[in-house]
């Protein structure tokens, strides 16, 4: 569990997961989202970034110890941006939908929008374990 791939995964994910989703839904999604969001007030005005980067973390870590698991020693940017996108799906898209069905959050638009941004998001983050594991794990 604690191998040097998985360590190193994690810190790199880690910063993708912390800079990666400010960029994506800090910065480009911001008014994208405006006009979607069904609930005011919902969004704090200021983050907690210390929770913010805990949450990375523990993302990180998971997302690296399930590559590192199930990539069956094939890793690879293509097999990593693989599972990014099935978590994608996963969460992105099948818990968004749920929650459409049931939250006054975000309108349908909003919710294939912030799908999109979380298959780009997991795509990247699966893509960087890949290349951190293939160039720090020998197959034999």
């Known amino acids: 569990m604690f191998t040097k791939a998985n360590i190193i995964s994690t810190i790199v994910l880690t910063i993708w997961g912390f800079g990666g989703g400010y960029l994506l839904w800090g910065i480009l999604a911001e ?9 005011d007030g919902l969004m704090r005005e200021i983050p907690d970034l210390v929770y913010i980067f805990a949450g990375c973390l523990i993302q990180a870590f ?16 293509g097999s990593g ?3 990014g996108f ?9 818990e968004g939908l749920i929650d459409f069905a049931t939250a006054n ?6 919710t294939l929008i912030n799908f999109v ?8 983050m699966g893509l960087l374990a890949g290349l951190v594991y293939g160039k720090t794990t020998s197959t034999k």
């Open 117 to 124: 941004l979380t298959l780009v998001f997991f795509g990247i």
């Open 62 to 77: 998971a997302f690296s110890t399930i590559y590192g698991r199930f990539g069956l020693n094939s890793y690879s940017a």
């Open 31 to 39: 008014n994208l989202f405006a006009d979607h969001i069904l609930t």
């Open 81 to 83: 941006f693989a599972l």
């Open 105 to 110: 959050i975000l309108d349908l638009q909003g």
């Open 86 to 94: 099935w978590i994608a799906l996963l969460a992105g898209l099948g």
